[in-house]
């Protein structure tokens, strides 16, 4: 029984902020890289970062950079996208993803999926 739940997703307007959390059980944690992924109604899902084993993250999205902030709480079994001066552009279904492989901004390299939380900014 391995899953991901993510949580924290909303509506907002345009430059709020949200903290999405996902949370992970049946697996080991700390040997899993645990990335994060968007999808916006009638495109592709794209990554949006990863956290890697010792716990630096690297952002796929250029976006993204110095708005969204990603760590994880190991003994919680928690990973965290804290996201700030949101904007349109951002609205999408958010998923954590796990893999054993290493971080990658494929999604076809991660085994385990959340259902995903839904972002919109208005």
């Known amino acids: 029984d391995v899953q991901l739940v993510e949580s924290g997703g909303g509506s907002v307007q345009a430059g709020g902020s949200l903290r999405l959390t996902c949370t992970a059980t049946g697996f080991d944690h700390k040997d899993n890289c645990i990335g994060w992924f968007r999808q916006a109604p009638g495109k592709e899902r794209e990554g949006v970062a990863c956290n890697y084993r010792d716990g630096s993250t690297t952002y796929y999205v250029d976006s993204s950079d110095g708005r969204f902030t990603s760590a994880r709480d190991v003994g919680k079994r928690e990973l965290f996208l804290e996201m700030k001066n949101l904007q349109v552009e951002d609205t999408a279904m958010y998923y954590c993803?796990?893999?054993?492989?290493?971080?990658?901004?494929?999604?076809?390299?991660?085994?385990?999926w959340g259902k995903g939380t839904q972002v919109t900014v208005s």
């Open positions: 993803a796990a893999t054993r492989y290493g971080c990658s901004v494929e999604p076809a390299s991660y085994e385990i």
